[in-house]
């Protein structure tokens, strides 16, 4: 696959944008997030950012915390709303037709990361109640086999928390570690997926572990 060097303009500018009008000051001030190794993102080009998932606002805390756009997948009824549709796709998010499972999110990634994008997936798929990784999914080291693109760990700690017990978010405090870039797997054999997804699964619960 050969990739462009970098994410669109339009959507590096409403990156931005909201960036440093919401999403951050929110972050820093009343979240009080930690930051650690967001010097190890590649300043360009495509990549598969891997991470727990624990929050609802899990997507934008990560692309925030980054530094750089990262495209997750969203259903596809969402890309029928007039104005939304073109908000979302400009800040990273690409349909997935829940009806076809992953055969549509793999080819959406795949077309993201053609376009320069770094694209998240959740490591195990779904929220978990503590935010450790119990049950890993293949998906990522798949798309990054098929891409050639390197994944980056990306731990999330505390941001279960955010509506434990409320309708409203809790400002309770975060810290978001990156750990260094993995090499994806040489081929799509189901032996070197396994390998490579438990190699991630390890760094990212490694990287919670030691919390604040």
Same mark, same amino acid.
């Given at each position: 696959?050969?990739?462009?060097?970098?994410?669109?303009?339009?959507?590096?500018?409403?990156?931005?944008?909201?960036?440093?009008?919401?999403?951050?000051?929110?972050?820093?001030?009343?979240?009080?997030?930690?930051?650690? #190794?967001?010097?190890?993102? !590649? %300043? +360009? /080009? $495509? =990549?598969?950012?891997?991470?727990?998932?624990?929050?609802?606002?899990? @997507?934008?805390?990560?692309?925030?915390?980054?530094?750089?756009?990262?495209?997750?997948?969203?259903?596809?009824?969402?890309?029928?709303?007039?104005?939304?549709?073109?908000?979302?796709?400009?800040?990273?998010?690409?349909?997935?037709?829940?009806?076809?499972?992953?055969?549509?999110?793999?080819?959406?990634?795949?077309?993201?990361?053609?376009?320069?994008?770094?694209?998240?997936?959740?490591?195990?798929?779904?929220?978990?109640?503590? #935010?450790?990784?119990?049950? !890993? %999914? +293949? /998906? $990522? =080291?798949?798309?990054?086999?098929?891409?050639?693109?390197?994944?980056? @760990?990306?731990?999330?700690?505390?941001?279960?928390?955010?509506?434990?017990?409320?309708?409203?978010?809790?400002?309770?405090?975060?810290?978001?570690?990156?750990?260094?870039?993995?090499?994806?797997?040489?081929?799509?054999?189901?032996?070197?997926?396994?390998?490579?997804?438990?190699?991630?699964?390890?760094?990212?619960?490694?990287?919670?572990?030691?919390?604040?």
């Amino acid at each position: 696959m050969v990739a462009k060097n970098r994410e669109p303009v339009a959507s590096l500018v409403l990156y931005h944008l909201l960036k440093w009008s919401v999403v951050s000051p929110l972050l820093h001030t009343y979240f009080r997030v930690h930051i650690y #190794g967001a010097e190890k993102i !590649p %300043k +360009s /080009g $495509a =990549a598969i950012a891997v991470s727990n998932h624990a929050s609802y606002f899990d @997507p934008p805390i990560i692309s925030n915390c980054i530094g750089r756009p990262v495209a997750f997948m969203a259903k596809q009824e969402l890309f029928k709303i007039p104005v939304f549709k073109n908000a979302i796709a400009l800040y990273g998010a690409y349909p997935v037709n829940r009806s076809t499972g992953d055969r549509s999110a793999i080819r959406s990634a795949l077309q993201a990361l053609e376009s320069g994008w770094i694209v998240g997936i959740f490591l195990q798929g779904t929220r978990t109640q503590d #935010g450790k990784i119990t049950n !890993p %999914k +293949s /998906g $990522a =080291a798949l798309i990054a086999a098929k891409a050639q693109v390197p994944l980056i @760990p990306v731990s999330l700690w505390g941001t279960e928390k955010i509506l434990s017990d409320s309708a409203f978010p809790k400002p309770v405090p975060l810290t978001i570690r990156i750990g260094d870039l993995i090499e994806p797997p040489k081929s799509t054999k189901r032996e070197e997926l396994e390998a490579v997804t438990a190699q991630c699964a390890e760094i990212i619960n490694q990287l919670h572990d030691l919390a604040r």
